[in-house]
């Protein structure tokens, strides 16, 4: 069965990812992976929004966010977690999620 989630999000330097969308999409994907299901997090380029939950996801599984971008980078070569416009709300989803995970 598939199941999707769709966040619309625009990929430009003035409108951040908002961190409420990176939260549903994390909370969502550790529903399925602790149902034994599979994820994939996807946008247009496959180089920043994607990215970014993918990184999220990763963070909410418990790794700290510069692992996350390094372990996407490494498997995602075109990925581009550490442009400032993503990179940013990645460690603002990490923030917030230690918050309302403590």
Not at 60 to 86: L, S, T
């Amino acid at each position: 069965q598939l199941e999707f989630l769709w966040l619309p999000t625009i990929d430009h330097p003035f409108f951040p990812i908002p961190t409420r969308m990176l939260v549903r999409g994390a909370q969502k994907a550790l529903e399925i992976i602790h149902d034994g299901g599979k994820i994939f997090t996807h946008c247009a380029g496959g180089r920043h929004r994607g990215v970014a939950m993918g990184a999220a996801v990763l963070v909410a599984q418990g790794y700290a966010p510069k692992e996350a971008m390094r372990v996407i980078e490494e498997r995602r070569p075109v990925a581009d977690p550490g442009i400032f416009y993503i990179r940013r709300p990645i460690l603002r989803f990490a923030r917030h999620w230690q918050e309302i995970e403590n």
